[in-house]
């Protein structure tokens, strides 16, 4: 992979990726958002840096995903910034590890591995750091941010995903559903401060129609889930990793290990929603916890 910085906006800069890495300069420091991965990437990143005589550097987490985390490490930051609600999961590779899988050790299932990220700080919504302003846009996990910069750009990062992420998939990572669909709604709303719209894992986006266009399929998938969940559950009583290689299927998605892992907290907060409505409830059958339409 080329790494080279490339001028996003007028002060922001992109190293490209999935996900991409933002970085702006502030004399002789550089605030990054979210490093990336692989290791690689945190020393080519350092290397370009010092070589913009850059002396110190100030790190920006969206969230605690290893895919966005990794490669901090790498270039020893002074302070790394993390949302409240994330900073638990990020000093802590175990419980981070728990959080996104259900285990403690996940080598060979998880996608990529990181360890723990040291000099955490909580970051402040609404605050500017070097012009990067964090947002709050919880759903894909509990405390995930995405940042809006002074020179009109909003990196939503995974609070929003584009259509080939969703085919990929089939069944986006989202821990939490109903606060994904009123993030979906806030980056309406923000898009209105910015040019440019940059997702962790999707297109740059530029116009209104096109922004329409992929929030209304993120939408539509998370409905789309939903329904499916409730008709497994019409004629069949299912446990929930039953429901969701089923639903996976249907997307034509090759159901292994790691895709299970990574569908299964949309398919339990779907669930739990349909429970808390009383649409669904929990039954003991063959000592295992499975799930039915409420008669």
């Keep these: ?19 991409p890495t933002l970085i702006r300069l502030e004399d002789e420091v550089a605030y990054v958002v979210d490093p990336g991965y692989p290791d690689e990437r945190g020393v080519r990143l350092k290397k370009i840096l010092q070589n913009l005589d850059i ?19 790498q270039l020893q930051p002074s302070i790394v910034y ?31 591995e990181a360890g723990n990220i040291e000099k955490c700080r909580e970051l402040e919504t609404g605050k500017s750091y070097g012009g990067f302003i964090p947002v709050s846009l919880p759903g894909h996990t509990f405390g995930h941010h995405g940042v809006l910069t002074s020179d009109n750009i909003l990196y939503v990062s995974d609070a929003m995903f584009g259509d080939k992420l969703l085919d990929k998939v089939g069944i986006p990572f989202v821990q939490d559903h109903v606060e994904f669909l009123e993030s979906l709604q806030k980056i309406s709303e923000l898009s209105r401060y ?20 992929i ?24 446990h ?10 249907k997307y034509n998605i090759k159901v292994t290990a790691t895709s299970l892992l ?8 779907i669930t739990s929603e349909l429970y808390k409505e009383g649409l669904v409830r929990p039954i003991l059958a063959d000592d295992v916890l499975k799930w039915r339409k409420q008669a």
């Design 1 to 19: 992979m080329s790494y080279k910085l490339e001028q996003l906006g007028e002060e922001t800069l992109i190293l490209k990726g999935s996900p």
């Design 194 to 213: 910015a040019e440019k719209i940059i997702l962790a894992h999707g297109p740059r986006i530029k116009k209104t129609g096109d922004l329409k266009h």
């Design 82 to 112: 993390v949302p409240p609600a994330e900073i638990s999961a990020i000093q802590n590779f175990k419980l981070r590890s728990f959080i996104s899988y259900g285990f403690i050790y996940t080598k060979g299932l998880s996608l990529l």
């Design 55 to 73: 002396k110190d550097i100030i790190v920006i987490l969206t969230h605690s995903h290893n895919d966005h985390i990794l490669a901090t490490t």
């Design 215 to 238: 929030l209304d399929a993120n939408r539509a998938r998370i409905l789309e889930i939903k329904e499916g969940v409730l008709s497994l559950l019409q004629e069949n009583t299912l």
């Design 262 to 269: 990574l569908s299964l907290p949309l398919v339990k907060s």
């Design 240 to 249: 929930v990793e039953e429901i969701t290689s089923t639903l996976l299927i």
